[in-house]
């Protein structure tokens, strides 16, 4: 496990690498993937891209939480949380990836 | 929203672009996020979230039908924790 963090820059630099558009509009179009699938799960829309992945927005009601530090009981709101369901393909490639030699 | 409704979608900002261009466009986005998860890194989109790879320690499991007990090896496992700027989008607060 090399533990290196990839950013936008990375995501950019690959699809300029594989599409030969300048370096500035790949990475606008990284930037458009990315508002696009926020735009859709902020109006509460499933985003489900094959072999990679499910994102889905769930509410949540509220409860009544506690500060683990002073003990005291804090009411938590009702909120909107997004969960990511990786697909079979993705989950496979990571074990595999992974896997002690 | 589907893979091929977000193509449509960039497709529809970028009439200069070939439709098949932008499928590899958005093809290369998520194959690089796979990609680096199966090298052991992370990837961080501020904003939107980030992608990394947790450690599942190997374990003793359960047949849950025989009661049978089977040695689990250790495994790696995707996983994705959502950024603050979308967590706020969905509840609502905008940014500034």
């Not at chain 1, 990786?86 to 993705?90: D, E, K």
């Given at each position: 496990?090399?533990?290196?963090?990839?950013?936008?820059?990375d995501l950019s630099e690959a699809v300029f690498r594989e599409v030969g558009l300048s370096r500035n509009e790949s990475a606008t179009l990284v930037e458009t993937v990315l508002q696009h699938m926020s735009d859709a799960l902020v109006e509460g829309e499933t985003v489900k891209i094959s072999s990679f992945g499910t994102f889905s927005v769930r509410d949540k009601a509220a409860r009544v939480g506690r500060n683990p530090k002073t003990g005291e009981e804090v009411p938590i709101s009702p909120r909107r949380v997004l969960t990511f369901r990786?697909?079979?393909?993705?989950k496979d490639r990571v074990a595999a990836g992974n896997k002690k030699a | 929203m589907i893979r091929s409704e977000l193509i449509q979608k960039i497709a529809d900002d970028n009439p200069h672009l070939y439709q098949r261009d932008v499928e590899r466009i958005v093809n290369t986005i998520f194959e690089e996020i796979i990609g680096a998860m199966?090298?052991?890194d992370r990837v961080e989109l501020r904003g939107f979230g980030a992608f990394s790879v947790k450690k599942r320690d190997a374990r003793t499991?359960?047949?849950p039908r025989t009661?049978?007990?089977v040695e689990v090896e250790e495994k790696h496992v995707p996983f994705f924790k959502t950024g603050k700027l979308l967590?706020?989008?969905l509840n609502g607060i905008e940014p500034e």
């Open positions: 496990m090399s533990g290196r963090t990839l950013t936008r820059m990786p697909s079979h393909l993705m | 199966a090298d052991g499991g359960r047949n009661g049978d007990a967590r706020d989008r």
